[in-house]
């Protein structure tokens, strides 16, 4: 197993995964939608995408990725990554390409000066959790410092008080 960062001329790569992630997260199937988002990300170099490949004779086959997004500190003053998708073909997995794909993501952060790589998972995702742990990831208490507030722009209206 093969694993490569990509670039827009390779999006085709991860295009298919990345609809097939995002149906495992209970979204309908668009191919179109899954072409647009990762050529929109690379085009816009808004994010680093590695794919896992496979050889089958002379066919080298894609069968899994990851997708790193920047998050920046103004207070810490640094750049860090968030390992946002991590997707595996079902046939391929238990197979080290979920694990190679994370350290290779992790290889990649470090080299580019990260201090910190963090990834959220659902909370019944234990086989991923299980990963996560094995490897080093450290399941975080809620932050004494900071509170997290979000809210869904699609569904309110933003009005001043």
């Not at 670039?7 to 647009?36: C, H, I, W």
């Not at 994370?102 to 990649?108: L, P, S, T, W």
Request: neutral net charge; charged residues 25%.
């Amino acid at each position: 197993m093969t694993i490569k960062r990509i670039d827009q001329s390779e999006s085709d790569l991860v295009t298919e995964l990345f609809n097939e992630y995002r149906m495992f997260y209970g979204q309908s199937p668009d191919l179109s939608l899954a072409e647009k988002f990762i050529n929109t990300r690379l085009e816009n170099n808004e994010s680093v995408i590695f794919v896992a490949l496979e050889q089958h004779g002379q066919e080298i086959k894609p069968v899994g990725f990851t997708q790193l997004y920047p998050v920046y500190s103004s207070v810490r003053a640094c750049k860090n990554w968030i390992l946002n998708d991590l997707f595996v073909k079902k046939e391929y997995r238990g197979k080290g390409a979920r694990y190679q794909l994370i350290k290779n993501a992790m290889d990649f952060a470090q080299t580019n000066g990260a201090t910190y790589m963090q990834l959220e998972t659902a909370t019944d995702n234990y086989n991923a959790q299980k990963l996560y742990e094995s490897i080093g990831f450290q399941k975080k208490p809620a932050d004494n410092s900071f509170f997290v507030y979000t809210i869904s722009l699609s569904e309110q209206a933003v009005t001043a008080k």
